[in-house]
């Protein structure tokens, strides 16, 4: 494991050939980028928060980019045809159908819940992606059982060896969104449906 996002980057580029490095740098990773700096410490604690304009420096960079994960899925599936597409239920239309002009949403449920938007710019036609950290958003209490799941929720996190419960610093005030429909969440889920019966 490199001790820093740069000594990656770095052992990536060592057999480039100086005439065919790199001068610019898009890197996309998971959470928000704020002034070109990642905070990466969810996922790879040593590395700490990580400014992209420094890595620029030190790897003789024009310019080194962050952007959210999620940014980068947005601008990828804006390159999707509509051959490629599959709808899933008989109403669901297909998005990318000549003529929609609609808000596009990509959303990926893994260790988090990451969403993306994209919105159509009037000026030149073309799809803007725009990261969203909205699996942080309370989960939406309907029925008996989502209330039920919730209160569960809370008992579970602060009293398992989850992942959700070692992230906690203290008592579980609200459940997001994230917090059940991600990847963490299956032995929540199992266990919540598992003490139904």
């Given amino acids: 494991m490199h001790d820093s996002l740069t000594a990656c980057i770095k052992d990536y580029l060592k057999d480039v050939p100086k005439h065919n490095f790199p001068y610019v740098c898009v890197v996309s990773m998971a959470g928000p980028v704020v002034n070109n700096t990642i905070d990466i410490t969810v996922n790879v604690k040593k590395w700490g928060k990580t400014d992209g304009n420094k890595i620029a420096k030190q790897m003789g960079f024009k310019s080194f980019i962050f952007i ?19 709808s899933l239920g008989d109403s669901a239309k297909n998005p990318l159908a000549e003529g929609a002009n609609s808000v596009k949403v990509v959303i990926g449920p893994g260790t988090g ?25 309370d989960f939406p209490v309907i029925t008996e059982e989502d209330w039920n799941l919730v209160e569960y929720s809370r008992k579970f996190i602060e009293n398992s060896n989850n992942v959700e419960n070692l992230r906690a610093k203290g008592p579980i005030g609200r459940v997001s969104v994230e917090r059940l429909c991600a990847g963490p969440a299956v032995p929540l889920i199992y266990s919540f449906m598992k003490q139904k019966d």
């Fill in 68 to 86: 959210n994960d999620f940014t980068a899925a947005g601008y990828g599936i804006s390159r999707i045809r509509e051959q490629d597409c599959k």
């Fill in 113 to 137: 819940l990451g969403q993306g938007i994209l919105f159509k710019k009037e000026i030149d036609g073309f799809y803007e992606p725009v990261a969203s950290e909205g699996g942080h958003v």
